[in-house]
């Protein structure tokens, strides 16, 4: 090969690395302002539980447009503990299970990425293992203000009593869905989730759950440090079906979920309905470094 070949040949790996989000950095994150969100265990709440107002108080608020998180925020933990412990709407208490985790999250943008950070203390356990190959997964949700109601519910709109892990009602072929959602319409949540084994997901939720087929996220990675979770998501603010294109100045509905100790299905933990900015106010302000 001719010497004069190899700068091209350099510069189109550049352009292919640059391409694949490679040569996305990690913002500072000593820098970056963090909220705390304390994620809970749900017990056996769909969405059909919490609109029907026989059952649910705050049935009422959420048809006058009251969120959940407007209610429940501060008392998020109250609530976990008392799923958790069989006392409201479980009926297979788990031993041991946390009622609630408190995490600190963090964000940012470049202008072509968002980047996304969870920190939280590993809660004791030691409940039998639902998934063997992992100890955690992290999931978040972006919605884009078009599905009924996310705006106040957050990630509640894919939760429904048919759901195959429910214990009533449910249907063995049903995971997560959103009643009239479908991509051509855009009433879809963005889903991107991360396993302690490494595994990656780029997915969505609409009238079934795919967990994979986006194109925005550039990685997901964790570790665990002196019983200190520390999860980072890179995910490009555009990208392809499925995925919420994000811009700045615009922001978006978002929720995340925990499997802490091994679980699976619905025995997770789950954060109410927040909002995530990019470069604007909102719950969690993605400012541009």
């Known amino acids: 090969m001719k010497p004069q070949h190899f700068p091209r040949i350099g510069l189109a790996i550049a352009l292919a690395l640059s391409a694949a989000g490679v040569s996305a950095a990690a913002p500072d994150w000593s820098k970056t302002p963090s909220k705390k969100i304390t994620v809970f265990y749900p017990g056996v709440s769909p969405i059909e539980w919490i609109t029907t107002g026989s059952e649910h108080g705050g049935a009422r608020a959420l048809k006058k447009g009251e969120t959940c998180a407007s209610c429940h925020d501060a008392e998020a933990a109250d609530m976990g ?48 293992k639902m998934d063997k190959e992992n100890a955690v997964k992290l999931a978040f949700m972006l919605e884009d203000n078009k599905v009924d109601r996310a705006n106040l519910s957050g ?7 048919d759901a195959r892990t429910m214990p009533e009602g449910k249907d063995d072929k049903k995971t997560k869905y959103v009643t009239g959602g479908s991509l051509a319409s855009g009433k879809f949540y963005d889903l991107l989730q991360w396993t302690s084994k490494g595994t990656k997901h780029d997915g969505y939720v609409a009238d079934k759950r795919v967990m994979d087929g986006g194109k925005a ?26 995925d919420v294109t994000l811009i700045a100045g615009k922001t978006y509905n978002f929720g995340f979920a ?17 909002t995530l900015g990019i470069d604007a106010k ?3 302000n993605a400012t541009k470094q």
């Open 81 to 128: 503990k008392k799923m958790a412990t069989g006392q409201k709407l479980e009926p297979t208490v788990i031993k041991g299970k946390a009622g609630s985790i408190p995490v600190m999250v963090q964000a940012a943008n470049d202008g072509a990425n968002l980047y996304l950070r969870f920190t939280w203390k590993q809660p004791a356990g030691g409940a039998d």
């Open 217 to 242: 996220l550039i990685d997901a990675k964790g570790e665990q440090k002196n019983g200190e979770w520390v999860v980072t998501f890179t995910r490009k603010l555009t990208g392809g079906e499925g």
């Open 282 to 284: 909102a719950d969690i």
């Open 258 to 274: 925990i499997h802490d100790d091994y679980t699976h299905g619905r025995f997770h933990q789950v954060s109410l309905g927040y």
């Open 155 to 161: 990630c509640w709109e894919t939760c429904h009593v």
